[in-house]
């Protein structure tokens, strides 16, 4: 069974730091998308950062485009998403998500989140 395990999470004071990481079992990096995505209270969710696997390109939403940075260990299936500068719109519970593509066969698998409580 393929499973990811997002862990990280916590309270923080606005400006602070957090590091998210999500460990994959049951399968390999090879031709994934891997993502972080966020759901506020009464807000859908939305995909804060990704990156892929093969060449590490990484795509980040505006409201954290140089305070998060996304970063793959593929040797140990773990994702981290680095969090600086927080603030309390920040505040959410944050899944990762693993794309895969074989060939026309595609796989797309969720994590449970982690909360990220930034206080002002």
């Known amino acids: 069974d393929v499973q990811l395990q997002a862990s990280g999470g916590g309270l923080v004071q606005a400006g602070g730091s957090l590091r998210l990481s999500c460990a994959v079992s049951g399968l390999t990096f090879g031709n994934s998308a891997i993502a972080w995505f966020r759901q506020a209270p009464g807000k859908e969710r939305e995909g804060v950062a990704c990156?892929?696997?093969?060449?590490?390109?990484?795509v980040y939403s505006d409201s954290v485009k140089g305070r998060f940075t996304i970063a793959s260990d593929n040797a140990k299936n773990t994702v981290h998403l680095q969090m600086n500068s927080l603030k309390p719109e920040d505040t959410a519970v944050y899944y990762c998500?693993?794309?895969?593509?074989?060939?026309?066969?595609?796989?797309?698998?969720w994590g449970l989140g982690t909360q990220v409580t930034v206080s002002s």
């Open positions: 990156i892929v696997s093969d060449n590490d390109d990484t």
């Open positions: 998500n693993i794309f895969q593509r074989h060939g026309l066969t595609t796989q797309n698998y």
